[in-house]
């Protein structure tokens, strides 16, 4: 199991997990869900319920990873299977993003 945590614009937002590369869960963080004023972190995540699964990456953070001949060179100087998606995103989405999201690896 990998866990990371995502933040919004530097706020802790919530957890995603990948219990394995076809179960994972994205959980709201109790204060983060609870703030009227903070915004769900997609439309496809809405603050409407706290805890998502899906069998695959979550379409809005499969986004994140860069596609083609730029995954392929992610892929090998990282040393990371190009089909590790969940992988490729702890390595690449932890600093300098587009948008308001990060994502940061919880080693356990």
Sequence with gaps: MRTAEVYQNGKLAGLLNEDDRRNYTFVY?????TDGSAPAISLTLPK???EFSSEILFPF???MLSEGVNRKLQS????IDEKDHFGLLLATANIDTIGA???K???K
């Design 76 to 79: 090998r100087t990282l040393q």
């Design 101 to 103: 999201i990060t994502i």
């Design 48 to 50: 409407s319920q706290k």
């Design 105 to 107: 690896q919880i080693n």
């Design 61 to 63: 953070f499969f986004n």
């Design 29 to 33: 963080d109790d204060e983060y869900f």
